[in-house]
């Protein structure tokens, strides 16, 4: 553990920003009582059955000769070298709990890329639905062998993913205008986000597919602007480098672009079979 905050205790680019003004980590660390500073950062789940020795119990987070604790064989190798395996928490790979406010609100994969300054992936989502008859609720929402009304729907879900060698290079020389900061323009809305998020929907319904049956369809290109803005927000106040010199003014107006509960136009494309096709089913 005093490997990791050494390396990553202060958050860049502000150093008085610090990961244990928020994080305790009480959840991720084991004791090793014979080391003079015998703090380690795992999962302490994975341990075995603490109830090996008398001298611990499952609740006293230490560890003995005598515990159980799963390896792989490449972080085995490192450390009968006295090297650091590169999966190593120590090794920044440790990430905490994902945040609070993305499961109480079930947060869309959507509103997730709308309070993200980078994104490394295209997602397109392609869905074909034929609508056979009408039904209150949402056609997913319905429960397995129990659905009362004829549905047929087939689609797709890829994800491009770009590279990241090259981007990161590409980031590390670009340089902003004296005073400006590229977090600024957070969230994604309008042009800028129908270019990394693209919903295909192929229809033979009579008459126009509303914004509410779009929403009821594809679950995850839901927007509800506040909850973007709360996600973005959040990160400030946890330090994240990316987000510390945001403007919160700026992120409020700029969420006006978003639909207040919805799916922005921008990133659905309804495509409306032929007549003759209807017809011909």
């Given at each position: 553990l005093q490997t990791y905050l050494t390396r990553y205790n202060a958050v860049e680019p502000r150093?008085?920003?610090?990961?244990t003004d928020h994080e305790s980590f009480e959840d991720w660390r084991l004791r090793l009582p014979e080391l003079e500073d015998g703090v380690l950062l795992c999962c302490p789940e994975d341990i075995g059955d603490h109830q090996c020795c008398e001298e611990h119990g499952p609740e006293s987070k230490a560890l003995c000769e005598k515990c159980r604790s799963p390896i792989c064989a490449n972080c085995f190798e490192h450390l009968s070298e006295a090297k650091l395996p590169p999966l190593s928490y120590a090794n920044d790979m440790w990430t905490g709990y994902g945040l609070e406010r993305i499961y109480r609100e079930k947060v869309t994969v959507i509103e997730l890329i709308c309070a993200s300054p980078c994104l490394t992936s295209l997602v397109m989502l392609s869905m074909e639905g034929k609508h056979k008859q009408e039904a209150p609720g949402a056609v997913f929402d319905e429960e397995a062998h129990m659905a009362r009304h004829r549905y047929g729907s087939r689609g797709n879900v890829i994800t491009f993913p770009l590279p990241v060698e090259d981007l990161l290079r590409q980031l590390s020389e670009q340089t902003l205008p004296e005073g400006d900061d590229v977090v600024n323009v957070l969230?994604?809305?309008g042009k800028q986000l129908g270019e990394v998020f693209r919903v295909i929907?192929?229809?033979?319904?009579?008459?126009?597919?509303?914004d509410e049956e779009i929403k009821t369809l594809v679950h995850q290109a839901r927007v509800r602007r506040q909850v973007v803005v709360d996600l973005i927000l959040?990160?400030?106040?946890?330090?994240?480098p990316s987000f510390t010199n945001l403007d919160e003014a700026a992120v409020k107006e700029n969420a006006a672009n978003l639909p207040e509960d919805g799916v922005p136009p921008e990133v659905v494309k309804v495509v409306e079979r032929l007549k003759e096709e209807m017809e011909a089913e």
């Open positions: 150093p008085q920003t610090r990961l969230p994604q809305s929907l192929k229809t033979n319904k009579k008459g126009k597919t509303t959040d990160m400030k106040k946890l330090g994240h």
